[in-house]
């Protein structure tokens, strides 16, 4: 069974930078790609990043492409968000997610964590 535990969210002022940690069980990283989604109040969630198995190829979510960037330790079993210029409404709960992604459109996730809280005030 596969576990994503996420970390790192908070309060911070708009233009601050947040980094998102998910710490995954296993080998996971090595055997599924991974992504970050993340739900706003009262939205759909919405896909924010995503890195392949192989760590070859990145995808971003129009959103979110230039200010955020996605990586992983594998040694540490640890996918990363880096998330630079934030403005208020990236302000949603964040999820990492394990399974396969073709593309910020294309993805079929098999798990994922509960959630880590990112308010960004104005």
């Known amino acids: 069974q596969v576990q994503l535990v996420e970390s790192g969210g908070g309060l911070v002022q708009a233009g601050d930078s947040l980094r998102l940690s998910c710490a995954a069980s296993g080998r996971t990283l090595s055997t599924h790609d991974m992504a970050w989604f993340r739900q706003a109040p009262g939205k759909e969630r919405e896909f924010v990043a995503a890195?392949?198995?192989?760590?070859?190829?990145?995808f971003y979510g129009d959103s979110t492409k230039g200010r955020f960037t996605i990586s992983r330790d594998i040694a540490k079993n640890t996918l990363y968000l880096q998330m630079n210029s934030l403005k208020p409404e990236d302000t949603a709960v964040y999820f990492c997610?394990?399974?396969?992604?073709?593309?910020?459109?294309?993805?079929?996730?098999?798990?994922w964590g509960k959630g880590t809280h990112v308010t960004v005030s104005s």
């Open positions: 890195v392949t198995r192989s760590g070859s190829n990145t």
């Open positions: 997610a394990a399974g396969w992604v073709g593309g910020p459109n294309s993805h079929a996730i098999n798990y």
